[in-house]
Structures are given as C-alpha cells and as structure tokens.
C-alpha cells in the first residue's frame, strides 16, 4: 500500500504528555495523539489556548476527575494528559483514489462504535490477511489503539491504514459517491451475506456486538446482510463475524 506511511519505530507502549504547555506543543508540532484527558472544570488562559487549537482537528477529548489523572501519572500533569499513538491515522478520502488509480477494486471495512481493543486487534487481523485496504473508525466510541490492540492484531495495526473520522455518515456517503457499495452486517434482515456481489467496490459495516450498526448507518446501506445462525447462541463475538464476511468476500473474488 503506497499510500501508507509506516512508522520507523514500532512502539507497543503509548507515549504520554503531561502539562498543558507540553500538550499545546505536541499539537503543534504534530504528534500523532490517540486521545486527550482533561480534568472537569479546568480553566485558565492557557486552557482556553489549547481548546482553540484543538477546534477542528480529530483529537478525541475526555473530561475526567482528576482522580484518573493522578492514577495515569504522579507527575505534574496540570489537568491534562495526551496519549500519543502508535499509528499513524489517515484520511479515507485519499485512500479510495489511490486504490483506484492502481487497478484494484477496493475493499473497505468501516467499524461503528467498536470499542473493545481486543476485538479492534483481531478483526484488523484479519483484514490486513484478506486484503482490506483501510480501516475506518469513529472519532467517538472507538476502542484506543494501544498494546493491547497491538497485540492482538499480531502487528497488522502497524501495515494496515487506519482512517478516524468525525462523522461515519458522511464518510459512508463519501464512499458511495466514489462507488463503493456499503454493505451493512447486521441481523435486522433476511438478507444473507451470500447475497451481494463483493466483487464490486465494497465498504462492509460492522456494528458493537451491544448496540449493532447505528440507524443512520442502516438507512444510507446499499446492502443489510446477515451471518446464518443455526444455533441456540443467537449472536457471534464481532471479531468473528468482521472474518465470516470478510472471507465470503475473499471468496467471490477469488471465483
């Protein structure tokens, strides 16, 4: 994947950044951050200057006790903390062109609100076995991308693009309008996964094993496809379900 910067280092532990002044410094400069802690009620000027600076950028912010704050670090910490990713995070919107423009058919896999790291670790796993060309992820409601995720994913969160958007809606739109179908996994169907034809530009949807795919999500869907249960266990782990379909995909385009 040409387009994918990969980093010199692997680091399997994230990096944190203390203090308010370090943090705006590492915006600027910028470090690639995975999320930003920021103690309930801080105020002051150079607060106010990082909260501008953050406007419009896709930075997941996360208003806690500074009880959480002190347990991260015993540093000086001053009421923020960000913790640098090990990834670097790309935009979708340059991904899909670049497929194109290489003569292949792109596969994309879009992950709504999942939030476990474990099962972040093992679908892209999977989707860096099968092929998929990115991995898009919500700005909220997305597991981190830590050791943990790292681990599971036997390393493929280092050699598989993953993009973080604000809004998945307009990103599903984005993806139909450059020609991929959106194929959303879900049991509020009769539809099974056998059905479309992946052979196409695809982008498959997968939901929270608690919550499923959101309805806005459902309703932009070209394709509502279920995984054929037989058994009395009604559901499957999503890791499972993201290799079920993603294979059947593998499969139409090997015929």
Known sequence: MDNFRRPQ???????????????????????????????????GELFLELKALLVGTLIPLNSVPVEKLNRMSQKNHQGVIAVISPITYQNIEDIVPAVFERGEVPLVLVLDSVTDVRNMGAIARTAACVGVHAIVVPLKNAAQINADAIKTSAGALFSIPICRHSNLHKTCLFLQESGL??????????????????????????????????????????????????????????SVSAGVILYEAVRQRAL
């Open 181 to 238: 179908q959106i194929v959303a996994c879900t049991e509020k169907t009769n539809d099974l996964i056998y059905a479309p034809d992946y052979t196409l530009p695809t982008a498959i949807v997968m939901g929270s094993e608690d919550e499923g795919i959101s309805n806005d999500l459902l309703r932009v869907a070209d394709h509502l496809a279920k995984i054929p249960m037989a058994g009395k266990i009604e559901s499957l782990n999503v």
């Open 9 to 43: 280092r692997a680091k399997e532990n994230n990096e944190f950044v203390f203090g308010i002044r370090a943090v705006i410094e590492a915006v600027k400069a910028g470090r690639d951050i995975e999320t930003i802690y920021l103690q309930r009620g801080l105020a």
